[in-house]
Nanobody, 116 residues
Framework: HVQLVESGGGLVRPGGSLTLSCAASGSMTVISTMGWYRQAPEKERELVAIVSNGGIAMYADSVSGRFTISRDGAKNTVFLQMNSLKPEDTAVYYC??????????WGQGTQVTVSS
């Protein structure tokens, strides 16, 4: 059984910053990809950023240049540094991981609200 525990969400003013963290634990083989998705009210879940175990990162156009994803392979942890936050970044952010020979796993989500 694999668990993903997220932390770091909250309320921030436009232009502010937040850092999300997600730690994977449990019975795992090798993690190939870790990342973040988000879902705003009445919208579909969308990719925010992912990073491979080789350190290659990919970002949604809407966050490129403002968000930075990083990964601590030794601790099976992924981070999302979010800068210059906008109201349209408001959403529930979900941690994601793909484990080789095991499949895809999701965290329970953490709320990020950008509002003045």
């Amino acid at each position: 059984h694999v668990q993903l525990v997220e932390s770091g969400g909250g309320l921030v003013r436009p232009g502010g910053s937040l850092t999300l963290s997600c730690a994977a634990s449990g019975s795992m083989t090798v993690i190939s990809t870790m990342g973040w998705y988000r879902q705003a009210p009445e919208k579909e879940r969308e990719l925010v950023a992912i990073v491979s175990n080789g350190g290659i990162a990919m970002y949604a156009d809407s966050v490129s240049g403002r968000f930075t994803i990083s990964r601590d392979g030794a601790k099976n942890t992924v981070f999302l540094q979010m800068n210059s936050l906008k109201p349209e970044d408001t959403a529930v952010y979900y941690c994601y991981t793909r484990i080789i020979d095991r499949g895809d796993y999701w965290g329970q989500g953490t709320q990020v609200t950008v509002s003045s």
